[in-house]
């Protein structure tokens, strides 16, 4: 696969999935777009939370939110506070509103779902590191919606009132 000339290498990245064959799946795509990065595998949060004191920094984290020993949250939040240059992009299932705001919320830069197809996955890894903050299409049209609605519902709050 070619590089951009503006594409940041990354060299070391923790994938967070308790689905064995998911988290070797996105451990597998990160190694074929960045040839010589250092992937960390956990399949816990117990395991992510030893990696993450072992490593003063990851370039990028994969994570996936529903673990048997709690909340993908919680690597994003430590991420966010203890880690800023790592890159946390959610890589879920989950297609609902309240898992992908909750997410964003905590610092997450990007929302993939599983089920994408490994082209796209890996054209999505490259536009990351290109700086890019990607969601699945599906996200994006529904934040289009949700904003579309806020301003349909401040438009008819500032009409005035007509009696007849």
Not at 73 to 98: A, G, K, P
Request: aromatic share 8%; proline share 3%; net charge negative.
């Amino acid at each position: 696969m070619q590089h951009a000339a503006d594409t940041r290498l990354f060299r070391t990245a923790l994938v967070l999935e308790d689905i064995e064959t998911a988290n070797h799946w996105m451990a597998d795509r990160l190694r074929e777009i960045f040839p010589h990065i250092q992937v960390d595998q956990a399949f816990n949060l117990k395991q992510a939370n030893h990696f993450l004191k072992l490593n003063a920094g990851y370039d990028i984290a994969l994570i996936d939110l529903g673990l048997p020993d709690g909340d993908g949250l919680e690597i994003i939040d430590y991420c966010t506070q203890h880690s800023s240059q790592t890159i946390t992009v959610v890589v879920t299932i989950f297609e609902d509103d309240q898992h992908l705001f909750k997410a964003i919320q905590q610092g997450a830069q990007g929302y993939l779902l599983k089920d994408m197809e490994e082209a796209s996955f890996a054209q999505n890894l490259l536009q990351i590191a290109q700086g890019e903050w990607l969601l699945s299409p599906l996200f994006t049209k529904k934040i289009m919606q949700y904003m579309r609605q806020i301003g349909q519902n401040s438009v008819a709050k500032s009409l005035p009132i007509v009696l007849p």
